[in-house]
């Protein structure tokens, strides 16, 4: 069952959690997150509690540049952030 969760994205920033290197973000209780990637969250906590969805989009924009991806796929990428489980209050 925990594969399952491996293949989702974050429901933060999107990145798929099989990407990252740390397995996930972690809980209060110190276990694994099975919603959220270790950038965006830790300790049961988000690293950026500010953050809004406009700037996320940013900031994972950003990132996929730096990794030479092609401005249509990071457009395709980051136009589902405003959906995810954190900015669909």
Request: glycine share 12%.
């Amino acid at each position: 069952m925990f594969g399952f969760f491996k293949n989702s994205p974050c429901q933060s920033c999107g990145m798929p959690l099989s990407k990252d290197k740390q397995g996930g973000g972690t809980n209060a209780d110190g276990s694994k997150s099975t919603e959220f990637c270790s950038h965006c969250y830790q300790n049961g906590a988000f690293t950026y509690p500010d953050c809004t969805v406009e700037q996320m989009i940013e900031r994972v924009s950003d990132k996929m540049k730096s990794m030479c991806m092609p401005g249509f796929l990071i457009g395709y990428f980051v136009k589902g952030i405003p959906k995810l489980k954190r900015w669909s209050k």
